[in-house]
């Protein structure tokens, strides 16, 4: 399995990042005014976000020989987050492969822990400058991840099924269509990115979305019921 995220410093004169063309990594896209919020911690400065083939990677402006870098086997979940209760700017939320242990342990006083363990980090929201623009960066996301398969995913394959107290209110979608019916235990069924070797990632994002219709025909139903008596 790829490492986690990682710190990155292999950068060009011209400002963007050394590609590893040798393996075949070309650009997909770049996101400028972008900044990173890892684990628990507080957004970084708006940086540059490169999207390639391979791997994902933040250059800060700030901090000129600073970015970080994971690879799209390393990240096991992406989603859009546009629930402001749960974070306040929509993102792009990631999960990512980490070491045993969480980042909560080098990140209880941020402010007295500057050097953070990136192993440990198993969370990373991206925030655009132009929020409009995270269906598109999901849709990369994706096509990304199936550049990527995880070369040891089993044929039967494994769903990951999150739940999340915080993912309400349509906080979780790609497009504005609610995901959840307030009424209903809050799960959600993944194929995590980096283990989509064996399926059609557009069509297991697709079956994130829960058919608003098949709600609405119950509510029809409901009503029907309660007008009949």
């Not at 045993?100 to 941020?110: F, R």
């Not at 994130?208 to 709600?215: E, M, T, Y």
Request: one cysteine or more; a negative charge.
């Amino acid at each position: 399995m790829a490492t986690g995220l990682q710190r990155f410093s292999d950068i060009a004169a011209d400002g963007a990042p050394r590609l590893d063309a040798a393996s075949g990594e070309e650009l997909v896209r770049v996101y400028g005014a972008a900044s990173v919020a890892l684990g628990r911690r507080s957004p970084e400065p708006p940086g540059t976000l490169f999207v390639t083939t391979r791997r994902v990677i933040w250059l800060s402006e700030a901090e000129k020989d600073k970015g970080y870098a994971v690879d799209f086997l390393a990240i096991t979940l992406h989603a859009v987050s546009r629930d402001l209760e749960a974070y306040p700017s929509p993102c792009l939320y990631t999960q990512i492969e980490a070491e045993v242990g969480t980042d909560e342990e080098g990140e209880s006083n941020p402010e007295a822990n500057d050097e953070l363990e990136l192993s440990r980090v198993s969370e990373m929201r991206i925030i655009l400058g132009d929020p409009g623009q995270l269906d598109a960066l999901f849709d990369v996301f994706c096509h990304c991840a199936e550049l990527n398969p995880d070369p040891n995913a089993e044929r039967s394959g494994e769903n990951g099924w999150l739940h999340g107290d915080d993912m309400t209110d349509g906080g979780w979608v790609h497009g504005d269509e609610d995901m959840f019916d307030e009424n209903a235990p809050q799960f959600f069924n993944a194929n995590p990115i980096g283990q989509n070797g064996v399926f059609d990632l557009s069509q297991s994002v697709f079956e994130l979305q829960i058919n608003d219709q098949r709600f609405e025909d119950a509510e029809e139903e409901q009503e029907s019921h309660e007008n009949g008596h």
